[in-house]
């Protein structure tokens, strides 16, 4: 989507991955091969105008390695914070941004100490590092399951955090250009059912002008502190206190989709704009819109096309049990009833749960 994005712009994409696969294949030069292999970095930085990254599973040093051959955007130290979970906490508690109470794991003292003096029980226990959509993570209500829980997760390298009874989820999509301007996307209302991402609203229904300036107050301090180029998304959780983040993502983001047809300027195209180091687009809502994720299953398009205002975008992945295959988005414009649109489009194969 990336890719789709810049070629309007007059911009060619060259990605690399690990796979032939890669569904970047259909929209840019691909180049394949492992990401710690020095020829296909050379080959793949090789005049270059600027680098940027779509996930924040690799390696750390290959960031830095891209960095010292070309503009990386956002940059390693962005990278490093959003693939471990206690740095990342750490910078937004020091940013005074809300955030709930938090443990290092690296044994069973340390989680003796945590759940008496500071993340209590019930408390959610996490991989600090990796784990998408649920995975690496689960809830202990007593010691004998966060004991249990530990030794699942591998004993050492572990978050403890405080259980937070809240709300709902709200996600926050912003963008930092080259010069330092800032440009935030309303707030989004989240909805998971097994630890996966089901169904995002936008702009979130109920957020006061306080709770939404709050918001973009926190991610612009996040931004500048990370000297931040690029889209970055801080989830948050709402609580009757307020808001606290939960995480933060160094990239565009699968609750910014429904901005392709729902926003004046796509999460995907500002993030183009802002590592190419053009000027940031707009990013008001243009209606109200519901994005509806597509995991598993691809239902048939004649389906969701007879859908009033639904969009089809298909990934070009093969299904199976958990993946995200693509996503629908509807927009309140194009159809007289966008609540019963997406109720529509739930009912279809990959789009339930």
Same mark, same amino acid.
Request: charged share 25%; net charge neutral.
């Given at each position: 989507m990336l890719a789709l994005a810049a070629i309007p712009l007059g911009l060619r994409v060259r990605c690399w991955d690990v796979s032939a696969d *890669? @569904?970047?294949a259909c929209v840019s030069e691909l180049l394949v091969g492992d990401f710690?292999? $020095? @020829?296909?970095? *050379?080959?793949?930085? *090789?005049?270059?105008?600027a680098a940027t990254f779509e996930f924040e599973n690799i390696p750390a040093g290959l960031a830095r390695a891209i960095a010292a051959r070309v503009a990386t955007r956002p940059g390693p130290l962005a990278l490093e914070t959003g693939q471990d979970r206690i740095a990342e906490k750490t910078l937004l508690a020091r940013l005074g941004v809300p955030v709930h109470a938090f443990a290092c794991i690296d044994s069973m003292a340390d989680l003796d100490a945590a759940i008496e003096g500071v993340v209590g029980l019930p408390c959610v226990i996490k991989t600090r590092r990796m784990g998408y959509d649920g995975k690496g993570?689960?809830? *202990? +209500?007593? +010691?004998? $399951?966060a004991v249990a829980l530990v030794h699942t997760l591998g004993g050492n390298g572990l978050i403890a955090e405080r259980f937070v009874p809240f709300e709902r989820e709200l996600s926050m999509i912003c963008v930092r250009g080259a010069t330092g301007e800032v440009r935030t996307y309303p707030l989004i209302e989240n909805r998971h059912a097994g630890g996966i991402l089901r169904v995002?609203?936008?702009?979130?229904k109920g957020v006061s002008a306080q709770v939404g300036a709050a918001a973009a107050n926190y991610a612009k301090r996040i931004l500048d502190a990370l000297e931040y180029v690029g889209v970055l998304t801080i989830e948050f959780f709402e609580t009757r206190e307020g808001l606290l983040a939960n995480e933060i993502a160094p990239r565009v983001h699968n609750s910014g989709h429904w901005t392709i047809e729902g926003a004046v300027t796509s999460q995907f195209e500002n993030h183009v704009r802002a590592v190419a180091g053009l000027p940031l687009g707009a990013c008001d809502a243009r209606e109200s819109s519901a994005m509806v994720n597509l995991i598993g299953e691809i239902p048939p398009r004649e389906a969701v096309l007879a859908i009033p205002g639904a969009r089809l975008h298909l990934y070009d992945k093969p299904p199976r049990p958990g993946r995200k295959v693509g996503h629908v988005t509807i927009t309140a414009d194009a159809c007289a009833d966008l609540d019963a649109a997406v109720e529509a489009v739930r009912k279809l194969p990959g789009a339930t749960g």
């Open positions: *890669a @569904p970047a710690g292999d $020095e @020829p296909t970095l *050379a080959r793949f930085a *090789a005049g270059l105008l993570q689960g809830v *202990a +209500r007593t +010691r004998d $399951e995002s609203r936008a702009p979130a």
